[in-house]
């Protein structure tokens, strides 16, 4: 038996002359990049920069929306009205998709970055502002967001919405990550062990020892993880050997049976 799965990576996180991440060179070693947008990191520059990058390697282009917080890097929780983050996120969709445009590619999804994806995910105000600005944009792109409200909501918006396994974060009780200051670097064998788990049994464990069900087209692997070229190197190479194909994240949505363990 053979498994399909989508690796989704943040890139884009700099600012300025600060780069966060080694963008360039992983986007050759996943398929999906969520693209920082100027809100919690990223600025014209560096958009252009690794949008060009990813157009040139075949990747998928996302838009990774987030709250206007540079400062707290996206991962505060601030009190926004909803109607002020539907223009935020519609706003963020839009300076991105200008730079995907002019490299002749496709935006293809929206993920909201840090403490933004929690709110989305636990306020029903929340989800319907992210899912009014990406509908009001274009009902084509796939939505990457936690669990709960946005998938109550997507028929009603006419939206594709699905979450995504962690690979590299704690899981807390509740299917949302533990989510870090700063992003700390990871055993690269307790990520593949997370991800074999997630893509075979559909299944992950939180930090009070229970198991969760998840069920996922596809993993999350952090840009800014000090160590992120040696897991996805290591991820690439294990899933391999476990007959676990990395695909694009449509290829990965047509196989997807959500029904069944692991999404086989």
Same mark, same amino acid.
């Given at each position: 038996?053979?498994?399909?799965?989508?690796?989704?990576?943040?890139?884009?996180?700099?600012?300025?002359?600060?780069?966060?991440?080694?963008?360039?060179?992983?986007?050759?070693?996943?398929?999906?990049?969520?693209?920082?947008?100027?809100?919690?990191?990223?600025?014209?520059?560096?958009?252009?920069?690794?949008?060009?990058?990813?157009?040139?390697?075949?990747?998928?282009?996302?838009?990774?929306?987030?709250?206007?917080?540079?400062?707290?890097?996206? =991962?505060?929780?601030?009190?926004?009205?909803? !109607?002020?983050?539907?223009?935020?996120?519609? $706003?963020?969709?839009?300076?991105?998709?200008?730079?995907?445009?002019?490299?002749?590619? #496709?935006?293809?999804? #929206?993920?909201?970055?840090?403490?933004?994806?929690?709110?989305?995910?636990?306020? !029903?105000? $929340?989800?319907?502002?992210?899912?009014?600005?990406?509908?009001?944009?274009?009902?084509?792109?796939?939505?990457? #967001?936690?669990?709960?409200?946005?998938?109550?909501?997507?028929?009603?918006?006419?939206?594709?919405?699905?979450? !995504?396994?962690?690979?590299?974060?704690? $899981?807390?009780?509740?299917? $949302?990550?533990?989510?870090?200051?700063?992003?700390? @670097?990871?055993?690269?064998?307790?990520? #593949?062990?997370?991800?074999?788990?997630?893509?075979?049994?559909?299944?992950?464990?939180?930090?009070?020892? @229970?198991?969760?069900?998840?069920?996922?087209?596809?993993?999350?692997?952090?840009?800014?993880?000090?160590?992120?070229?040696?897991?996805?190197? =290591?991820?690439? !190479?294990?899933?391999?050997?476990?007959?676990?194909?990395?695909?694009?994240?449509?290829?990965?949505?047509? @196989?997807?049976?959500?029904? @069944?363990?692991?999404?086989?």
């Amino acid at each position: 038996m053979s498994w399909k799965i989508n690796i989704n990576s943040d890139m884009g996180e700099g600012y300025g002359r600060w780069q966060l991440g080694p963008d360039e060179e992983l986007i050759s070693l996943v398929p999906t990049a969520n693209i920082a947008c100027g809100f919690h990191a990223g600025d014209p520059r560096i958009m252009h920069r690794v949008t060009a990058a990813a157009v040139a390697a075949g990747a998928d282009i996302g838009a990774h929306v987030a709250l206007p917080d540079l400062r707290g890097f996206g =991962r505060r929780p601030l009190a926004i009205a909803a !109607e002020d983050l539907r223009d935020d996120v519609l $706003y963020q969709i839009g300076a991105l998709d200008a730079f995907v445009r002019a490299e002749g590619g #496709v935006l293809r999804h #929206v993920k909201p970055h840090g403490s933004l994806y929690a709110m989305c995910g636990r306020d !029903e105000d $929340y989800a319907r502002a992210l899912l009014e600005a990406v509908a009001g944009y274009n009902k084509d792109l796939v939505v990457i #967001v936690g669990q709960g409200w946005p998938q109550r909501l997507a028929a009603e918006y006419g939206l594709t919405v699905v979450y !995504e396994g962690y690979i590299d974060l704690e $899981y807390q009780p509740d299917g $949302y990550p533990r989510v870090e200051s700063a992003k700390l @670097s990871y055993d690269p064998d307790d990520v #593949v062990r997370r991800a074999i788990d997630i893509v075979k049994h559909g299944s992950a464990k939180a930090l009070d020892g @229970s198991e969760l069900e998840v069920l996922t087209p596809t993993l999350c692997l952090h840009g800014d993880m000090p160590n992120v070229l040696e897991v996805a190197h =290591r991820v690439r !190479e294990r899933l391999a050997e476990e007959d676990i194909e990395i695909v694009g994240l449509a290829t990965a949505l047509e @196989s997807w049976d959500p029904a @069944s363990t692991g999404g086989a």
